[in-house]
């Protein structure tokens, strides 16, 4: 005989089971509609069924770069989405500035790494979910990290950022003997960006559609004021806080590097805007200004984020099941008056530096390791400078970190030929610094590298001879 107490137990044990049952299949309800069933718009490889939502959960791995406004709502909703192992990388840590928009911090989280912080939040609201979190530059990966993922969601905040991740995911990519991209070294990525009441959402196929160097275009140079105008002239608020950062601060500290985090550095650089705006009757310096002019803060609001994430969020379902066709290729959205939203197809450059089948260099067998990394800095489509050189994944020469530097310094005397197991050509990966926009950028670049006189190698173009 059960007690009225056991009786009792099992039915709220019976009522808690279908209540988990019934809050499991509301989160996959609408995903379902996706993956389970067939339709009109769907990729050539789409199979509906309940296995291809379980792989998608057991198999796909995304790695999302960047855990601020637009990272935060990305995580959230690739985990409500179905992908069970995600990992995300951020350099920065949490100010108090950042708290009106990306939801996931606290006031108590100030200080604290954005990617530790947010992948704790999501991993506490999200059962079943896995998200590894990596306080670090994207720089400070190697090529084996990226390579381990499915896709690559961009949450970033700068061009230099995306060009990096760009020109890495690109490097992975080979092509056949016709001259097409083989599918299986396709890393895709889907890249999100927001300003204001604006944003946009791309996807990025390597080979197939415009990588971001195709369309680099897209993006207005940085805003860069004359030093005389600062000096003598200043008309604007942005001029006056310019003044005291670039010129005032040097004048009064005597070369003591500015610290844009530390508040006394911001404080004061406002303080000396205000005079210098009273000065000459210029109205709108504040703190907040200070601070976006400065650390070329970009104005970000909450509500933008959330839609761009949730384009990005599908077009990465999309591309990681076939459920149905992802963009092409690249999403607009105008919040300003109304909700304005628009679909444009650019097309690839063919002869891209970064997503083509690669720069072209001829060889002599006997040239060095050490020579060809100097070569580089003078190749007129590279001036790569302090270049790192790798092949099939293995290091023939890394700038650093120390250990690597020491680990691979002999090979700089031996021909790079028998580095590369003698082979007539073959592609290598070379990673350094390059001047962009006035700017020294990391860069990668893959080589197509044919080494002369070699039995098998046709005469080659001499154009692509260094």
Known sequence: MHTDIEIVEAEQTSIDCTMADSTANSRTRDLDKLLLRPGHLIGPNFEPGPELRDDLQEYAKVLVIGAGGLGCELLKDLALSGFKNLEVIDMDRIEITNLNRQFLFRLEDVGKPKAEVAAKRVMERVSGVNIVPHFCRIEDKDLDFYSDFNIIALGLDSVEARSYINSVACSFLEYDSEDKPREETIKPMVDGGTEGFKGHARVIIPGVTPCFECTIWLFPPQVKFPLCTLAETPRTAAHCIEYAHLIKWDEVHNGKAFDPDNPEHMQWVYTEALKRAELFGIPGVTYSLTQGVVKNIIPAIASTNAIISAACTLETLKIASGCSKTLSNYMSYNGVEGVHVKVTEFVRDKDCLVCG??????????????????????????????????????????????????????????????????????????????????????????????????????????????
Do not use: C
């Open 357 to 466: 089948s690669g720069v072209l260099i001829e060889l002599d067998a006997s040239v060095t390791l050490k020579k060809f990394i100097n070569l580089l800095e003078d190749h007129p489509n590279l001036h790569l400078s302090k270049a790192s050189v790798t092949h099939q994944g293995k290091n023939l020469y890394m700038q650093a970190p120390p250990v690597l530097e020491e680990m691979t310094r002999s090979n700089l005397t031996r021909p790079l030929f028998d580095l590369m197991g003698q082979v007539a050509r073959d592609t290598v990966h070379v990673t350094g610094m390059m001047s962009k926009n006035d700017k020294k950028m990391s860069g990668l670049r893959k080589l197509r590298v044919v080494f002369k006189g070699v039995d098998g190698v046709a005469d080659m173009d001499s154009a692509g001879s260094a």
